[in-house]
């Protein structure tokens, strides 16, 4: 069966901490993988990875993707309160259909 | 500006009531979706359209039904048969074709009293 497993399911650190998320998946007929940022109502879209080995940044955030261990990591460095949210990750297996984890709840105390 | 509007953000509906929600988009999308999120979880598909006049249903189906009969509007109707609707329901779409990003609506919260 397929699936996607995030962790952890919820984090708390100081502002200034590096944080990292963990997105796992055992899915077939892998196209991408997705991570989103949910804050309030409408999750926002982060990245979007498809090769291995390949870095993406934006700002403090980055995020790669392991093809052969089928894990991809996203890194927030000198986290501020304004990232806390729900960081959600996808992955897509076909043009239309992807699956979801359940998350990672990230709390930022100042 | 082009996006996903939904209607109405809150609702409030008696058991045994009927209700719809509406999504709209003027993305020139093909797939259009809707997901259900409860408290502390992922997003769980009700139902996805790849084109006009179809769509398929998704992990939890059941208690929900759809229509695609315009390319800009997907409207989600929760029936009586859903056990437990109260929920935060989330509308997105997405072009066909090759990989891409999924485009949100700002959600739809109902809750049943």
């Known amino acids: 069966e397929d699936k996607v497993v995030q962790s952890p399911l919820s984090l708390v650190v100081h502002e200034g901490d590096t944080v990292t998320l963990n997105c796992s998946y055992e899915?077939?007929?892998?196209?991408?993988l997705l991570w989103y940022k949910q804050e309030k109502k409408a999750p926002t879209f982060l990245f979007m990875l498809?090769?291995s080995g390949i870095e993406k940044k934006s700002g403090r955030l980055s995020s790669i993707l392991d093809k052969k261990e089928l894990f991809s990591i996203l890194n927030i460095t000198a986290t501020q309160t304004g990232d806390s949210a729900i960081y959600l990750c996808?992955?897509?297996?076909?043009?239309?259909?992807?699956?979801w984890g359940a998350g990672t709840k990230l709390i930022i105390k100042p | 500006d082009g996006g996903i509007t939904q209607s109405p953000k809150y609702l409030f509906r008696k058991e045994g009531q009927n209700v719809t929600l509406s999504c709209e988009q003027n993305l020139n999308h093909d797939a259009m979706y809707w997901y259900r999120q409860d408290p502390g979880q992922g997003l769980r598909l009700i139902y996805y359209s790849q084109i006009v006049n179809d769509f398929q249903k998704g992990d939890i189906a059941e208690g929900y039904s759809v229509s695609r009969e315009k390319k800009e509007s997907f409207p989600l109707t929760v029936t009586s048969a859903q056990k437990n609707p109260t929920a935060f329901y989330l509308c997105?779409?997405?072009?066909?074709?090759?990989?891409?990003?999924?485009?949100f609506g700002e959600g739809s919260r109902l809750t049943v009293l």
């Open positions: 997105a779409s997405k072009s066909g074709g090759a990989s891409g990003e999924l485009f």
């Open positions: 498809t090769s």
């Open positions: 899915v077939t007929n892998f196209r991408s």
């Open positions: 996808a992955v897509e297996y076909s043009n239309y259909q992807l699956i």
